[in-house]
């Protein structure tokens, strides 16, 4: 047997070069990343389960691609305008951003095919996982914590929108639907359900660049709308002095057919090429923590509150 063994300290293209190790010689090392949901392999944690399997048979996967079904048929250009504008005036809540944490604790995906635990355990999962292979990048550490938070956008305070609007695989609209967009055709069928978006036969949002140039920067391209930008919106307009990559991460972590299949990447800025190296890095720690195993979270407080407090103000508009 062989077990592949991913190198995170290493630079983007280094991380997708995978080293075979016979068992018979893992090290101690390997084995406690091995035990404790270390990166073993490209699509899987150490429990050998495939991550973003979209067309397995699992007991979500029904569900899932219903969740898809309503996104792609929704999520259109003057939709997400007006959900920038409502939701960017932050006048709903204040509050910490552990006491956003905590609120999380109900907070299910139903579009993960993956993850059915509380949202608080992957946060903190993936923040530990990051603060143990690059321990002196604090920023990368508190940005593991707190890429998911913007989904507080179920709950009713925050006008409990529905799934659909706030979680899922992101990408831009304006712009024709990119076919590595998840769920884009229907198993066995080839159905888009992109063909029922309003956007879909409008000649201004349809062609490659749509309503965009090449080069134009991610910045000046509106996404479908969720809870990426809306933490991103809230950590820009509270003032975080997160480093740009940092915002980029919260922004387009969900932008998955960028980072994972390279679409849209004629919008891409030199500025957006730079912070999506960072992006590429953080990717495979916010799929591949993910496990059963707990982390102590009283134990492991402090620290982020250090964190929290280093780079945010103490209340936060949301």
């Known amino acids: 047997m062989t077990i592949i063994i991913d190198q995170p300290h290493f630079g983007v293209e280094e991380q ?128 593991g914590l707190i890429h998911d938070l913007g989904k507080v956008l179920l709950l009713p305070s925050f006008g409990g ?42 000649s201004a949002y349809n062609t490659k660049y749509g309503v965009y140039n090449e080069g134009c920067g991610l910045n000046n391209v509106l996404m479908s709308w969720g809870h990426d930008d809306y933490m991103y919106l809230v950590a820009k307009e509270n003032n975080t002095t997160l480093p ?12 998955y057919t960028l980072h994972r299949s390279e679409a849209y990447k004629h919008l891409l800025n030199q500025e957006d090429v730079e912070n999506l190296k960072w992006l590429q890095i953080f990717n495979k720690y916010d799929l591949y923590s993910k496990s059963k195993v707990r982390i102590d979270i009283e134990k492991v407080k402090p620290y982020y509150l250090s964190l929290i407090e280093k780079y945010f103000p103490e209340k936060l508009k949301w």
């Open 16 to 143: 997708e070069k995978k080293v075979p190790i016979d068992e018979t010689i893992v090290t101690d090392e390997q084995k406690e990343l091995f035990l404790n949901g270390g990166f073993l392999v490209a699509h899987t944690n150490s429990f050998g389960h495939t991550f973003r399997d979209y067309d397995a048979e699992s007991e979500r996967q029904e569900g899932v691609e219903n969740f898809y079904r309503t996104n792609h048929i929704n999520q259109t250009y003057d939709f997400v305008k007006r959900m920038r504008t409502e939701y960017g005036k932050l006048n709903r809540v204040e509050m910490s951003i552990w006491e956003c944490c905590e609120l999380l604790n109900d907070v299910v995906d139903e579009s993960d095919p993956d993850l059915d635990e509380p949202q608080i355990e992957h946060l903190l999962q993936t923040a530990e996982a990051i603060r143990k292979d690059y321990p002196d990048e604090d920023w990368l550490h508190l940005t």
């Open 161 to 202: 929108l529905p799934q659909w609007a706030v979680v899922g695989d992101t990408y831009p609209v304006g712009c024709a639907f990119d076919e590595s967009i998840v769920h884009h055709k229907v198993l066995f069928t080839g159905f888009s359900y992109f063909k029922e978006n309003p956007d879909y036969k409008n």
């Open 244 to 255: 740009s990559a940092a915002l980029f991460i919260i922004r387009y972590h969900s932008f």
